[in-house]
């Protein structure tokens, strides 16, 4: 079907109207990295690379993004195990309260981030008598990275459906060898796709983060907003936001890539 003149030129301005909104933000971010002024003057008076240089020296941030890295690695592949574990069982099973199983496993997601912080607080300090870390950071931050991964997984079950399987079972082969050659391979593209938006939860959480990191972890979210408003730190924030821009270009495309979507959605 093809669309008249004006409601093609209405289209294309409300695409550009909401890429602009996107997208410009981020582009402040890139060009006041750039800033010879020290504050987030606006337009930049001068163009400077100091600041990459401050950036790539400063021990704070490196630190945090290192912390943040470690954190969402260990927080992925505990949700790529518990929730294609969870996915399989709700998909391939049928028991009583099933429906509630899966209600119970994607809330997390929808709780507001301050009362997941103050339960998992709880749980941990007065509940387990353990004290706040590593450990605590990344099961808190695995509570919400479960649901991408089940919901990725879940959805990939529901669209392969079991008759393959069953072929492959028919001709010999055993449960396990036909979930490493046959399942396996079939949900390549959605554990990629849960990893990465599970990382990239992970890595830019803050309310969470704040009540179950505990005094001496600081990742790179938390890092970011104590030195946002301090003098001299906001044109080195800056640069980590741009680094982290550019960065989170790279799991897109290879996302792309070995999904095998290269044209971008277009049959």
């Known amino acids: 079907m093809r669309l008249p003149l004006l409601a093609r030129w209405l289209l294309g301005a409300g695409v550009a109207v909401a890429l602009a909104f996107i997208y410009v933000p981020l582009l402040v971010v890139v060009v006041t990295s750039f800033n010879s002024d020290s504050t987030f003057s606006w337009p930049p008076r001068g163009l400077t690379l100091r600041w990459w240089s401050a950036a790539a020296q400063n021990d704070g941030a490196l630190d945090a993004v290192a912390t943040s890295a470690k954190v969402g690695m260990a927080a992925t592949a505990v949700a790529l195990v518990l929730g294609t574990m969870a996915a399989f069982a709700l ?33 941990f300090r007065t509940v387990l008598g353990l004290d706040l870390g590593f450990v605590s950071l990344v099961v808190a931050h695995a509570t919400f990275c479960v649901v991408v991964v089940f919901n990725n997984v879940a959805a990939r079950l529901r669209r392969l459906g079991g008759n393959v399987e069953e072929a492959s079972m028919d001709l010999g082969a055993t449960r396990l060898a036909t979930f490493r050659m046959v399942t396996l391979p079939s949900l390549g593209s959605a554990l990629l796709a849960g990893a990465l938006l599970a990382f990239a939860l992970s890595f830019d959480e803050i309310i969470v983060t704040t009540f179950t990191a505990g005094a001496e972890i600081e990742t790179l979210p938390v890092w970011i907003f104590s030195n946002l408003f301090r003098p001299n730190s906001a044109p080195v924030v800056n640069v980590v936001g741009t680094v982290l821009i550019i960065a989170s270009i790279v799991p897109i495309w290879l996302s792309q890539r070995l999904s095998g979507d290269t044209a971008g959605g277009r049959i």
Not at 94 to 112: D, H, M, W, Y
């Open 91 to 123: 998909s391939r099973h049928r028991f009583f309260g099933r429906e509630t199983v899966s209600l119970l496993v994607v809330l997390p997601i929808a709780l507001p981030g301050i009362v997941t912080g103050i339960a998992l607080n709880n749980a």
